[in-house]
């Protein structure tokens, strides 16, 4: 009985060690200079099987996050791979999607003293909430190489992460 219960015990060690627990988080927006801009949740919008904008929605909608080797990942609800993506483009308003990965997901993420997501990304010059085409607001973000403007019918604001309490 004793033996059977240190290999059910060796086998719990095993299986933890082996998958190393997320830290499942939230992004929310802060430090916008229109208040209704903070507090906002990320959020995804259904493009299409592969692709989803970034948006943001009430708390209870809010996407979970985690991240792997620089990359932020969200697991949609099939299950599928979805991680955050810098679109490359020209202009000062930057698009983000939260796409399947690891085709789309940008490289060079990291939490600041695990508080603020930021990014790597040299043209990187900060999150933006802007109107979008329906209600929803969208997250994109500001090119600094294309300008230092806030664009229009945006606001510049910070991503804070919001750790997820564990149950
Ligand atoms: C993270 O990167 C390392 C080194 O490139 C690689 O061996 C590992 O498989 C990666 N992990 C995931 C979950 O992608
Ligand atoms: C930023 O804008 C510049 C100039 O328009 C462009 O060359 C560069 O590729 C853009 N960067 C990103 C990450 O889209």
Sequence with gaps: MKFVTSLALLATAIAVS???VQKIFNLVTSGASDASNNGLYLSTEHVDPLNSKAVFREKTDAADFYVVNGTVRYDAPNGAPFAIALVSGE????DVEIS???TTGSEGFSLTSEKELQTSNKDFGGWLVCAGDDD?????YENSSAGDDVPERCDAVQLDVVYKTSS
């Excluded at 202009?91 to 930057?94: C, D, R």
């Design 91 to 94: 202009g000062l308003q930057g």
């Design 18 to 20: 082996a998958s190393p």
């Design 136 to 140: 929803l607001q969208g997250l994109f």
């Design 100 to 102: 399947v990965s690891p």
